[in-house]
């Protein structure tokens, strides 16, 4: 009798893309509600639109690509991309800011490149870069976190505002927001003021900003997670964080008066969203084992200097876009020896 022989692969894959993306989603609960708890209903609104923009988008994309919808369109890839955008947007941002957004990340930065397993830059960074570039003005409407004072949104309010452009009587759009600790430290550090004066506002907690800290800490909660399910490796992550945190250090020896310290870098901004949801893309980034530790590496010292000397108050953004150009390079230059094989002499 003659039996079929199949080709291999023979076993099946522990996690496929769908499985892998899903767990991304999961782990970033913690840290979504945290930040809903503390900036309001702009967290969840933004990731409605991100999401559902990004599943349209693709669905459209894969259509005129002649490629199977509904098979790569349920992949979560899409979601995740909307999701990671939202969440670096400004609570208050107007309804099409993350629409903007979310098409530029999944059209052009996704698409344009083959789709899933070809962008070489990650696309929820690429559409965030483009409005912080193009609408610096909406990229600034942070709400005060809760418990500082200041007038907060309700929900009916907030959709008011967010889809018609109407504010509660008698309240101006500048009562609502207020800049991020990170935003005051470098203003004002810019100004000539030093950190024991500054850190005097209400906005700042024990070692970052008032629930940036714990936003922080649920996301590198959900980060380990990831970790231990072996979704992600090590490396960035630990490169990203070491790199930032040392650099960060040295500074703050030299003068801890003038730059702020490992902890508030640690606990403020993007930090931990960017170490183990954002740099840890498997597309963009470096791929082999000394690679990845280089890549976070740059990424961190590159986060630091934007954020000490640059223009902007938080450089997660530019840190991971610049390191994905690096990416190919450094995978070149820190390929491991094939087994049986010698290192070549030049």
């Given at each position: 009798?003659?039996?079929?022989?199949?080709?291999?692969?023979?076993?099946?894959?522990?996690?496929?893309?769908?499985?892998?993306?899903?767990?991304?989603?999961?782990?970033?609960?913690?840290?979504?509600?945290?930040?809903?708890?503390?900036?309001?209903?702009?967290?969840?609104?933004?990731?409605?639109?991100?999401?559902?923009?990004?599943?349209?988008?693709?669905?459209?994309?894969?259509?005129?690509?002649?490629?199977?919808?509904?098979?790569?369109?349920?992949?979560?890839?899409?979601?995740?991309?909307?999701?990671?955008?939202?969440?670096?947007?400004?609570?208050?941002?107007?309804?099409?800011?993350?629409?903007?957004?979310?098409?530029?990340?999944?059209?052009?930065?996704?698409?344009?490149?083959?789709?899933?397993?070809?962008?070489?830059?990650?696309?929820?960074?690429?559409?965030?870069?483009?409005?912080?570039?193009?609408?610096?003005?909406?990229?600034?409407?942070?709400?005060?976190?809760?418990?500082?004072?200041?007038?907060?949104?309700?929900?009916?309010?907030?959709?008011?505002?967010?889809?018609?452009?109407?504010?509660?009587?008698?309240?101006?759009?500048?009562?609502?927001?207020r800049a991020t600790p990170m935003d005051m430290a470098k203003t004002e550090l810019g100004?000539?003021?030093?950190?024991?004066?500054?850190?005097?506002?209400?906005?700042?907690?024990?070692?970052?900003?008032?629930?940036?800290?714990?936003?922080?800490?649920?996301?590198?909660?959900?980060?380990?997670?990831?970790?231990?399910?072996?979704?992600?490796?090590?490396?960035?992550?630990?490169?990203?964080?070491?790199?930032?945190?040392?650099?960060?250090?040295?500074?703050?020896?030299?003068?801890?008066?003038?730059?702020?310290?490992?902890?508030?870098?640690?606990?403020?901004?993007?930090?931990?969203?960017?170490?183990?949801?954002?740099?840890?893309?498997?597309?963009?980034?470096?791929?082999?084992?000394?690679?990845?530790?280089?890549?976070?590496?740059?990424?961190?010292?590159?986060?630091?200097?934007?954020?000490?000397?640059?223009?902007?108050?938080?450089?997660?953004?530019?840190?991971?876009?610049?390191?994905?150009?690096?990416?190919?390079?450094?995978?070149?230059?820190?390929?491991?020896?094939?087994?049986?094989?010698?290192?070549?002499?030049?």
């Amino acid at each position: 009798m003659e039996f079929r022989t199949f080709s291999s692969p023979h076993l099946s894959p522990v996690a496929n893309v769908s499985v892998v993306m899903q767990r991304v989603l999961y782990a970033l609960v913690p840290g979504t509600l945290c930040a809903w708890w503390f900036f309001g209903w702009g967290i969840i609104m933004n990731i409605f639109i991100c999401c559902v923009t990004a599943v349209a988008a693709e669905a459209v994309m894969l259509r005129i690509r002649n490629r199977p919808v509904r098979e790569q369109a349920g992949d979560y890839s899409a979601v995740v991309t909307g999701m990671l955008l939202a969440l670096a947007l400004p609570p208050l941002a107007p309804w099409w800011l993350p629409v903007i957004g979310t098409l530029f990340a999944i059209v052009i930065a996704k698409h344009l490149y083959g789709g899933i397993g070809y962008n070489p830059f990650n696309p929820a960074m690429v559409g965030y870069v483009v409005l912080l570039i193009s609408f610096p003005r909406e990229m600034t409407l942070w709400p005060p976190p809760a418990g500082i004072e200041g007038y907060h949104l309700s929900l009916i309010q907030y959709l008011d505002w967010n889809w018609l452009g109407n504010l509660p009587d008698g309240i101006a759009l500048d009562a609502l927001t207020r800049a991020t600790p990170m935003d005051m430290a470098k203003t004002e550090l810019g100004l000539g003021n030093m950190l024991s004066e500054i850190k005097v506002s209400p906005i700042f907690g024990g070692f970052g900003g008032k629930g940036w800290e714990l936003v922080n800490l649920f996301f590198l909660a959900g980060g380990v997670w990831l970790l231990y399910k072996g979704t992600i490796r090590w490396q960035i992550p630990t490169g990203m964080i070491g790199g930032l945190f040392l650099v960060s250090l040295i500074f703050y020896i030299i003068d801890p008066d003038a730059y702020m310290s490992p902890l508030f870098h640690m606990l403020s901004g993007a930090t931990m969203l960017g170490a183990f949801f954002i740099a840890t893309d498997p597309v963009s980034a470096s791929t082999t084992p000394r690679g990845r530790l280089i890549f976070g590496a740059g990424a961190g010292i590159i986060i630091y200097v934007i954020r000490t000397w640059g223009g902007y108050p938080d450089g997660v953004a530019f840190g991971v876009l610049l390191m994905n150009m690096a990416a190919p390079t450094i995978d070149y230059y820190t390929r491991p020896r094939v087994f049986g094989h010698q290192r070549s002499e030049e």
